[in-house]
């Protein structure tokens, strides 16, 4: 049977004499007491005795109820079923069975079972959202979230484990409730059948093993039940729920403090939340704010949204009083039960609800911050953290993307167990290779530096494949989370520098960067660049021709050494002298907007070749078939170029 009875600690479910009652009556008196349990096993007893098909039908029904109150879905499945059968006539009955079926995370069966409500029901607002609800959990099912959600097999037993919180700073002691067989309490739980719940302590070793959880002190557990607790940010105060009982009197539940004093815990201090005479209400579930200003709990005092709903409580500092209670608000309470709330080192606010859309049950949800003790932008955790059943009580590992949760999930040793999580890491890798432009090869012994714009700045030497490889970097990684990296690639002065760049910002997969550097040699023959157009038969540069200039500059600035020759030339249409004259001009052109843009006219060297290095000679062209090949080569030979004179230019400073 999967129940949860971690959640009687808060749902405030009381124990209840029977007077000389009917059975039925006995049944329903259970039942509005909230004492499910017992409600089941006397709706039973009562069920036998009846002889009314339709009393039988509502009792089976009832049954089905009771299953559903202590969040038993299997049962409640099984018993809504049978309702259905006896012809229990209130189409209730379809929606419930979806519901039931939705929390065991049968969504396709669920659906069909919310139709069949609808064909009965015209309009129920909150069924449509449920069934929204449903449709939303199978898509998050179908693509899961990168969270990997495996059950702490150590720890956990038989009976109800749940609410781990981290006990020390090093984060390797826990403490969480359990119900297991060393409780404190030498009695049965009449309402779960359970042991007293307790808080347990254990310490994980360095290889990893917990040992044997034990009760965290005598002062703290009682005969009653305890749990949820949390701790100050220096692990000596310790915030716990305390469940007092009374012969026939519901006490609810409180929130008591301890210190950790020498060697032991001192006697628990209550923490008075409740209203004036509202020995009923329950409070419980505390978590507190890493500077202890803070305090959250679930409550359900009056003034709430229904349900329980997340309150807290503040103060000035750890010497000042607290608060009066302060209700968190329709941004995060809803008409249903938030519980379990956890506030994180960076302010976000996690809890566990079942009035908002949802996998099935309570699922995890988080808000952040948006003003001074404001919280909004509610999110769903989506599935694995969410499953189609219970899922509760997050905690995290300081600011990393691991720690525990609850849920009462398939794979559980028999009730709610606790479950770590982690987001595995993003891994990023650099890799590629390097070429030489003209003739293909690999270049080797290639410098290849990295800069990130955290202040990461690493190299490596290409090898005998001009290939380079980034990952690893001991217990770190070259490449990490949201930072942009520049690439440099050098071989001294027998070619020019290549520069690229990557980003992992708002990257959310791992992933392995690949470049390829095809880097230019340098030698005596001319450097080819992107065409350079000119007026007709001016040198006055066109517009279009300014962007193959600034490949050039580029070039220039990523070479901060290197001294060009600008070198122009025409066709050979045209007298010598004219060709000479407008080749210079034009090459001088080119220098001077590279001066606009801030380049050092020492750098600059402007040669103008006229007709004097044809690519492609007149009696070549003269022998083309056509006039626009010949027009085409023409066009070759009006050409701007450069060659690398020297490395010898010195940058000015800053």
């Known amino acids: 049977m999967k129940k949860i009875f971690s959640l009687i600690v808060l749902l405030g479910m009381s124990s209840m004499l029977l007077a000389q009652y009917t059975p039925t009556e006995k049944a329903e008196n259970a039942f509005e007491n909230k004492a499910y349990y017992d409600a089941i096993d006397l709706y039973k007893k009562a069920y036998v005795k009846e002889k009314d098909p339709q009393e039988k039908a509502r009792m089976i029904f009832m049954i089905g109820e009771s299953y559903a109150k202590i969040l038993d879905y299997e049962q409640s499945e099984v018993w809504f079923g049978k309702a259905i059968q006896a012809k229990y006539p209130d189409p209730i009955v379809y929606y419930r069975l979806a519901v039931a079926l939705q929390n065991q995370g049968k969504y396709k069966e669920a659906l069909r079972r919310y139709n069949n409500y ?3 029901v015209n309009d129920d607002k909150m069924a449509k959202l449920d069934m929204e609800a449903c449709e939303a959990a199978q898509s998050w099912v179908d693509n899961p979230t990168k969270f990997i959600v495996t059950p702490e097999v ?25 119900s297991r067989e060393a409780s404190e309490g030498s009695k049965i739980d009449n309402r779960s059948g ?117 309150w807290m409580i503040t103060r000035a500092n750890e010497n000042s009083l607290w608060s009066k209670p302060k209700n968190l608000g329709s941004e995060i309470n809803t008409a249903g039960d938030e519980l379990f709330p956890f506030i994180h080192p960076n ?42 059943y219970n899922d509760y009580s997050i905690v995290f590992e300081a600011e990393n993307d691991r720690g525990y949760l609850t849920s009462n999930r398939p794979g559980t040793k028999g009730q709610s167990d606790i479950f770590n999580f982690m987001l595995p890491p993003l891994v990023y890798v650099l890799q590629g290779n390097i070429y030489d432009k003209e003739t293909q090869a690999p270049v080797t012994n290639a410098f290849v530096r990295v800069a990130g714009t955290d202040g990461s700045s690493f190299q490596t030497m290409s090898d005998d494949n001009g290939g380079f490889y980034f990952a690893e970097n001991g217990a770190e990684r070259y490449i990490n989370s949201e930072v942009t990296y520049s690439i440099v690639v050098s071989k001294g002065e027998d070619y020019l520098v290549a520069k690229d760049q990557i980003t992992t910002v708002g990257l959310g997969e791992s992933t392995t960067f690949i470049k390829e550097f095809f880097i230019q040699p340098i030698s005596d023959e001319p450097i080819e660049f992107p065409e350079v157009q000119y007026e007709f038969a001016k040198w006055g540069l066109l517009e279009n021709s300014k962007d193959s200039l600034d490949y050039l500059y580029n070039i220039l600035i990523d070479n901060p050494t290197i001294i060009i020759e600008l070198q122009a030339h025409t066709d050979s249409r045209g007298s010598d002298a004219d060709n000479l004259v407008l080749s210079q001009k034009r090459a001088q052109s080119c220098v001077d907007y590279l001066i606009s843009k801030g380049i050092d006219q ?17 009696a070549q062209i003269n022998n083309m078939p056509t006039q626009a090949e010949k027009e085409a080569a023409h066009q070759k030979n009006r050409r701007t170029e450069f060659t690398v004179l020297s490395f010898d230019y010195v940058p000015k400073e800053e």
């Not at 976000?348 to 948006?370: C, E, Q, W």
């Open 118 to 120: 609808f064909q009965k």
């Open 154 to 178: 150590q720890l956990n037993s038989p009976q109800f484990d749940f609410s781990a919180n981290y006990a020390s700073k090093d984060y390797q002691t826990l403490v969480f409730t359990s």
């Open 194 to 310: 359970e042991n007293y719940q307790d808080i347990y302590l254990t310490t994980r070793d360095e290889k990893g093993k917990w040992s044997e959880p034990a009760g965290i002190s005598e002062l703290i557990n009682s005969k009653f039940n305890e749990g949820a607790a949390c701790f100050s940010d220096d692990k000596k105060t310790i915030y716990f729920t305390r469940c007092l009982e009374e012969k026939d009197r519901n006490l609810g539940c409180d929130i008591y403090y301890s210190v950790y004093v020498g060697e032991g815990w001192t006697e628990p201090v209550l923490l008075e939340l409740k209203p004036a005479g509202a020995d009923t209400v329950t409070v419980g579930h505390p978590s507190i704010s890493k500077d202890g200003k803070t305090l959250f709990f679930a409550s359900d005092m009056e003034g709430g949204k229904g349900g329980r709903d997340i």
């Open 347 to 388: 302010g976000t606010l996690y809890f566990a609800s079942n009035g908002r859309r949802g996998m099935g049950g309570l699922d995890i949800f988080k808000a952040v911050p948006t003003d001074i003790n404001k919280w909004g932008q509610v999110e769903n955790m989506k599935y694995p953290i969410n499953s189609g």
């Open 602 to 618: 020492k750098r600059l060297v402007a040669h103008g070749y006229g007709e004097t290095r044809l690519k492609i000679t007149d």
